[in-house]
């Protein structure tokens, strides 16, 4: 017998549970903005080039357009529906808002996701290819502007917003490095 | 896209036998590249086995003091663990090099070594292309080439590996583990890819239905001064027009051991042990590292389009040589 090509499944988003009977072809994207009415999530190039559908799975930021919804049942999946604490912005929203980090906003969810993680893999130490020394000895490197441009160039900005973003992400990371 | 059945494995020989052989049916690791593909119709499976939640995301000390890297490990976690970057720097900086923060968090190493081509051609359904539907010919090689291969390459096929983590692993001599049916078996990454000849579509000489389980790096204690340098049209998130992973090591102003190996010139990661050969043993200069580019690029088969590669790939050699002698000296 050939194996079933759809499944049911229960995905956990921004926290809630939400149970559904999807088709293996569907994407995590697919399946928040067409299923789950969660469509602050967008779909650029839908081919994980763009970041536009950038959201986070455990933690992690992803693109949610080449994961299969099948595959994310039993991950927490955040959303930019999820990233503030109730009427509190996060600040990496705040910093974006404060410092015009975008013009038609179609790329913002994707870029304010892919930026809380990009702050949060820099706490961690993690080096990036913009890192001149990347050994352990060397120490976590500085969260320069050339650190967040290469950190950051999963996220395309079609209206070239690039100089506010950069801005937006160093102070959200200041805020949040104060806030620690 | 076709439909497919979903299967998720718990273990390793679960995995391979929910396979079973089949040639419709693909593990999934990250997806970043073979989702991709099923969307465009180059994969067509009928059943995915998801391997992700196999038992093997560690990075370990090895037998004989290597390191072993679990197949399902990802990419940003292979580049953010501390014994890489200490022993293994090039292999850090490669993996860093390649696509951006969101897809280094899904794909892992046993699918970066299993990637496809992006040659156009391959990508696209509509075209003939030896690789995809054997037979049907090569419109690269009179057509869209400027980023294909220099060496290696055949009439039937001159599409390049993209890994960038692929170069740093053979510069370091690593050696693939699998599990099949019958066990588990390894080979070295310097015959992991076959020669294109007349058979590009055959890429890998794994056996059918076979799990990749991890890469072995032996010691390499030249490793610990290696670096990695991509050249690409932009200055982050695209493959490489051309790439080096280098390590050396120098005493008495002599080149004492090399590791040299290319990117993006080849249907494989390159090691270049002509090159190394040359530069053992001889004073560690310019003039000699432009040598033994030489010596390496001797083989190169340019096409009418990217004729440019071999001046690329002898100017980086000698740069990133250059790099290493003056740190070395340090």
Known sequence: MPPSTSSELTLSVNGEKYTLTVDHRTTLLDALRERLDLTGTKKGCDQGQCGACTVLVDGRRSVSCLQLAVAAEGREITTIEGVASGDRLHPVQQAFLDLDGFQCGYCTPGQICSAIAVIEEHAAGWPSAATGDVRPEAGPPALTPEEIRERMSGNLCRCGAYVSIVQAVARAAESEGAAA | ?330
């Open chain 2, 1 to 330: 896209m076709r439909e497919f059945g979903y299967r998720r494995a718990h273990d390793v020989s679960g995995a391979v036998a929910l396979l079973d052989g089949d040639p419709d049916a693909r593990f999934l690791g990250g997806g970043t590249n073979l989702v991709d593909l099923m969307k465009t119709g180059v994969e067509r499976p009928a059943l995915l086995v998801d391997v992700r939640e196999l038992p093997l995301d560690r990075v370990e000390p090895a037998a004989g003091g290597g390191l072993r890297i679990g197949a399902t490990v990802t990419n940003s976690d292979l580049a953010a663990h501390p014994e890489v970057r200490r022993r293994y720097p090039a292999l850090a900086q490669a993996v860093l090099a390649g696509a951006s923060g969101q897809l280094r968090n899904m794909a892992t190493v046993g699918g970066n070594l299993l990637q496809r081509t992006r040659c156009g051609y391959f990508a696209d359904v509509h075209s003939p292309c030896n690789k995809r539907a054997p037979g049907t010919g090569c419109p690269a090689v009179t057509g869209e080439h400027h980023n294909h291969a220099v060496l290696g390459a055949s009439g039937h096929c001159v599409a390049t590996h993209p890994s960038d983590m692929g170069v740093a692993l053979a510069a370091f001599d690593a050696v693939v583990s699998y599990e099949t049916a019958d066990g588990p078996g390894e080979v070295p990454l310097a015959d992991f890819y076959l020669p294109v000849g007349e058979t590009p579509h055959r890429e890998t000489a794994l056996p059918p239905g076979a799990l990749i389980t991890g890469v072995t790096l032996p010691p390499v204690p030249t490793a610990a001064n290696s670096r990695y340098r991509k050249v690409r049209e932009r200055a982050s998130y695209a493959f490489a027009i051309g790439s080096v992973a280098a390590a050396l090591d120098v005493r008495d102003g002599l080149v004492h051991d090399v590791r040299l190996a290319f990117g993006a010139v080849a249907s494989r990661p390159w090691r270049a042990r002509a090159a190394e050969r040359v530069l053992t043993g001889a004073p560690a200069n310019a003039e000699n590292f432009a040598a033994a580019a030489d010596a390496e690029l001797a083989a190169a088969r340019p096409l009418p389009h990217n004729g440019y590669k071999v001046t690329l790939m002898r100017n980086l050699v000698v740069a990133v040589l250059s790099e290493l002698a003056e740190e070395a000296a340090r």
